[in-house]
């Protein structure tokens, strides 16, 4: 159909209906009416609002209210057919009210437009998803507190240039993961504060004509405060954008772990098992056992990253006030929100299986000579300059690399070539228990300063 009217709800100016190619290629229907028990809760609290002002009556109001949690209920239980030609998760709603309750469900609209409704719902659904978030961050950090505790005492290599650098606890190593995802956590709370605000009652760009009470509609819907600038309220997609920044950078914590766990798995390194219901095999190397977790967690990280790259972009040229380019927020949103939470979930349910091998942890760390800076710190407690010790046990590297053989396992006459400071107390202060146990302050390795440390994330201490 070319000709005649249009019968969108917005279609009273126009002269012809909308082409079936514009209809496809501008509806969100398809990926925005998971918006939708944000959208009811907000038409309702819009609703009372406007009854208690006087603008709608008692009746009409409880019409809607009630139309909408019977509309809700309905789509809930798959019951509810969206309509492409109907746009949006907004306009499917409406019109199906109105279908349902007839001229109450038309009066829904009043002082209120999509570009403040899809502001409102967009952060309504945001301040869940952070939520959801923020209790699958406490289970992994809990998870990581728990094989800490369980591998305190275990000691492994510590890197730097992934080369052996100091011997380190298994613990220790768990705990510097569980730091990063805390701050993430901080940082979700941190974007929830400026998600929390409502801009309903921004209308379309300059506010509305009507008595509004736009803080009884806050405290319906829980937020914070109300926005103070209706032409940035509909426009700004910040809070999202930020969201997805905290989400870019919590995926990349995770992707740096799972290039560790990708690594500890390797039999070339054995230091981890991970447990076979999550890992898979090869279709013809009968001997794989592949760690796709991580490996997925890893490729996932491109993708949020793109995400935030998205919104970005998309913000970046748009003159006030709303502007249809905001309608792209939404796919790279929900996907950073998605994507991050499955990374999360499986993390959590991944990290109490994860199997340490502790005597290939211990082997690798005695092999790599972890405990020369024990030696040069022994010397200068001895007296020397510490670049005097440095030179020394360098040269005693030298020596036993030659020899194929660790430091402790020279004998104390050679060790004294190296420096006549050193005496048969030197062999405590090389061992690689000897070298955990002298880090004993907080932040440090320590098997003491690991049990301290869970102990004061337990809020034990
Ligand atoms: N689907 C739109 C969005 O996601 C809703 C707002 C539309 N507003 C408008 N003036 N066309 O942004």
């Not at 082409?19 to 229907?29: I, K, N, P």
């Not at 969206?82 to 199906?96: A, F, G, P, R, Y």
């Not at 954008?241 to 870019?248: D, K, L, V």
């Not at 690798?364 to 710190?377: F, H, I, Q, R």
């Amino acid at each position: 159909m070319t000709s005649g009217r249009n019968s969108k709800l917005w279609g009273g100016r126009f002269s012809e209906s909308t082409s079936d190619l514009m209809e496809a290629f501008s509806e969100s229907v398809s990926f925005d009416a998971r918006l939708f028990r944000h959208d009811i809760l907000g038409s309702q609290a819009h609703a009372r609002m406007l009854q208690k002002v006087g603008v709608l009556t008692d009746a009409d109001a409880a019409a809607i209210v009630d139309g909408l949690d019977a509309i809700g209920a309905d789509i809930e239980a798959g019951r509810f057919e969206w309509k492409t030609e109907l746009e949006d998760v907004h306009m499917n709603i409406e019109s199906e009210l109105t279908r349902r309750i007839g001229e109450a469900g038309k009066r829904l609209h009043t002082g209120r437009s999509r570009n403040d409704q899809v502001a409102t719902d967009v952060r309504l659904y945001l301040r869940d998803a952070i939520d959801a978030l923020l209790a699958v961050i406490d289970a992994l950090s809990g998870a990581l507190l728990d094989l800490a505790e369980r591998e305190a005492e275990s000691v492994m290599p510590g890197f730097t240039h992934l080369q052996v650098a100091q011997p380190v606890t298994f613990g220790h190593h768990m705990l510097a993961w569980r730091e990063q995802i805390r701050r993430d956590r901080e940082r979700l709370l941190d974007v929830r504060k400026r998600v929390n605000v409502l801009p309903l009652g921004s209308a379309a760009l300059a506010g509305t004509v009507y008595p509004i009470d736009r803080h009884f509609v806050a405290a319906q819907l829980g937020f914070d405060g109300v926005t103070e600038n209706s032409l940035d309220a509909v426009s700004d997609r910040d809070f999202a954008i930020e969201f997805c920044a905290a989400a870019a950078l919590i995926m990349v914590h995770l992707s740096r772990w799972s290039e560790e766990l990708i690594l500890w798995s390797t039999p070339m390194f054995g230091f981890v098992t991970l447990p076979d219901r999550f890992c898979t095999g090869s279709s013809i190397m009968p001997q794989k056992k592949n760690p796709d977790v991580p490996e997925l967690v890893r490729g996932k990280t491109g993708r949020v990253i793109g995400d935030l790259q998205a919104l970005l972009v998309l913000m970046k040229g748009q003159p006030l006030a709303y502007n249809r380019d905001n309608q792209e927020d939404k796919e790279p949103l929900f996907d950073a929100i998605d994507t991050v939470s499955a990374c999360l979930r499986i993390y959590a349910e991944l990290v109490p299986s994860i199997g340490v091998n502790r005597t290939r942890c211990r082997e690798a760390a005695a092999a790599g000579y972890s405990t020369a800076t024990d030696l040069a710190d022994y010397l200068v407690r001895k007296g020397l300059a510490f670049r005097d010790a440095h030179h020394a046990v360098g040269a005693a590297v030298a020596h036993a690399l030659a020899q194929g053989r660790d430091l402790s396992a020279l004998s104390l006459q050679t060790l004294q070539t190296f420096s006549p400071l050193i005496e048969d107390d030197v062999y405590a202060a090389i061992t690689l228990e000897g070298s955990l146990a002298a880090r004993n302050h907080i932040g440090a390795t320590s098997p003491a300063q690991v049990r301290a440390a869970i102990a004061r994330a337990r809020g034990h201490d």
